[in-house]
């Protein structure tokens, strides 16, 4: 069936360095999702692409989907104490209707 | 802002015994969800539910779940004959619509099956 690999599955980090996480999907997507989960906590919506190569912009996160619709990358500038969390991809489309397929999650993690 | 609810938050249970766990979705919204997720692992689809009847599930939902809107704002999953292996988070999330709409979680239930 469909699936989306993400990885790393781990990300440990210093403050202040950079912070990236893939996702590739067996199928072309219609749409692409980001989430991120805080310990404890559930998942928040962050952001939708759509569009064949799109670029989106949040502050330090950069958000890509690439141009066969079936990879994106979440990047995040000089991470910060804040940014801790496991941060999923969920693609929607190919062979499902409605339903999103998610990644593992990368976790982040900032080093003391 | 309107939010998902979920209640009870924590939900203790022998092997065996019936659970029921409930969501509140957005009132406006159309499309409601249920996922699973065991500690530290990913987020794992179980069922869709749009206009009173599923529309999509996963290999995980079979006989032993089920779901309902019994009225216009409750939306329940219930777990027949729990097992050990359904201990884990489980979290409603509604949309607006089906297709390019981000979901909205609720704070989720966390199940534990003795």
């Known amino acids: 069936g469909q699936q989306v690999m993400q990885i790393p599955q781990y990300q440990h980090v210093q403050e202040g360095e950079d912070f990236t996480t893939y996702c590739n999907s067996s199928?072309?997507?219609?749409?692409i999702q980001w989430y991120k989960q805080r310990p404890g906590g559930h998942p928040v919506f962050l952001i939708q692409?759509?569009?064949s190569g799109e670029v989106k912009k949040q502050k330090r996160l950069t958000f890509q989907f690439g141009e066969a619709k079936k990879n994106s990358s979440l990047h995040i500038t000089a991470t910060q104490t804040t940014d801790v969390g496991t941060y999923f991809c969920?693609?929607?489309?190919?062979?499902?209707?409605?339903?999103?397929?998610w990644g593992a999650g990368t976790k982040l993690i900032i080093k003391p | 802002e309107p939010e998902v609810t979920q209640t009870p938050s924590h939900q203790v249970t022998q092997m065996g015994q019936e659970v029921i766990l409930r969501c509140v979705p957005i009132?406006?919204?159309?499309?409601f969800y249920w996922y699973r997720q065991i500690l530290g692992q990913k987020v794992e689809f179980l069922v869709s539910?749009?206009?009173?009847?599923?529309?999509?599930k996963s290999e995980i939902f079979d006989d032993q779940f089920s779901v309902e809107r019994p009225d216009g704002s409750n939306f329940t999953l219930k777990i027949r004959s729990t097992k050990l292996e359904d201990s884990a988070m489980y979290f409603c999330?509604?949309?607006?619509?089906?297709?390019?709409?981000?979901?909205?979680f609720g704070p989720g239930t966390r199940l534990t099956v003795l």
């Open positions: 999330a509604s949309t607006l619509q089906g297709e390019y709409n981000e979901q909205f």
């Open positions: 009132s406006n919204h159309l499309y």
């Open positions: 539910f749009y206009n009173n009847e599923i529309s999509e």
């Open positions: 199928t072309t997507l219609s749409n």
């Open positions: 692409l759509v569009k």
């Open positions: 969920a693609g929607q489309g190919g062979d499902s209707n409605y339903q999103l397929i």
